[in-house]
């Protein structure tokens, strides 16, 4: 038989990291016990105003072939929602609706990167994002985020990677799995170097709604000459309790969203049309579930930091944003790979290796707060203190 395409030996083909392990564990053992901070999503229920909008629009017969470029109402809302609160100027003609972020950074890239093109990723970084890059031929140039500042731009790295193959940055913001957010300092001092470089940005803006603590969340498509060049990505996903919906967006120039819709009606010819109009509920709608989740999300992380940073060999800085805690283990002076397995293994608390997300990473774990209920992280706490005061720090 024929072997499979080549770019399959590529990222794409490296394993989901401890979620896996996790199963295994879970496959062999029926009864433990494994509480789950691996994987990134929210716990909560779609809040119900949303499904019901979706089920009204099931009864009333939307189940036909709609929009390619995405219903044009969710479009519309979305634009002024940009337009308001993002302060891009966008109208409803640079809008796609896509299955999820996924789908528009996939297309994004496909319309951009050629074979050998350089895409700048920042480390720690959501390894997806560098499968995209890698199956489309395009090479991934990681610039590793300042550890000693847990994890803020470096600008002086970044200028030192720039060669005449650079074609883009992908930027990630809010920050999976460091919980940061960029200032406006940074990402002026980016602006400064796409445009000094003449570089195109793919802005992943996936947690700008789980944001804590009154933090700003700024797109760089806002500062001045960057629209222009920016693709920005989102979706209900993480802010909405949407990860199963599977509705995300683009927001870029006309000429950049045609391209991708020429992707995208090729590949799903457009996302579930009902999903759409629950979408569409979600952002026209009362925004007090969204605070409502954050509040709840808030209450998490600050239970999780205190006790991390209660316990021996273990240093955890607050994410201002997302849904995780990446907490430096590296006083334990343990790979963070073996870590996380021992962890699991022993405690059955399932958390990722920070070096999942690059070199950058190693030393940390990454813990999501948000997939779990407050008693549930609790009882995760007490299992990975008993186990870390039960072994000796070196
Ligand atoms: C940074 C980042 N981008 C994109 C995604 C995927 O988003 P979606 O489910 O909307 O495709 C995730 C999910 O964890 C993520 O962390």
Redesign the pocket.
Known sequence: MKSSAKRMLSQASKSFGMYEAAAKLQAENNDADIIHLEV??PSFDTPTHIKEAAKTALDNGVVHYGDLSGSLPLREALAARYRQSNRVDVGANEILIT???????FSALMTQIDEGDEVIVFEPY?S??NSKIELLGGKVVTVALDRNRHFRLDPEALEKAITTASKMILL?NPV?PVGTIYSREELMELRAIVLKHDLLVLA?E??EFNIYDGNQHISIASLPDMKERTIT?S????GYAM?GW?I?YAAAPENIISQMRKITMNDTTHPCVFAQEGALAAVTGSQACVAEMVTEDRRRRDLIVERLNNMPGVQCAHPQA?LYAFPDFSAWGIQSDKLAHDLLNETHVAIESGAFYGNAGEGHLRMCFGSQVYDRLEEAMDRIEQYLKSQTLP
């Open positions: 990134g999503r299955n999820g972020v996924t789908q528009a950074a959501y997806q994002h990630v999976n992943d996936v947690y990505v979706a209900f996903t993480k990860d599977r995300g997302t």
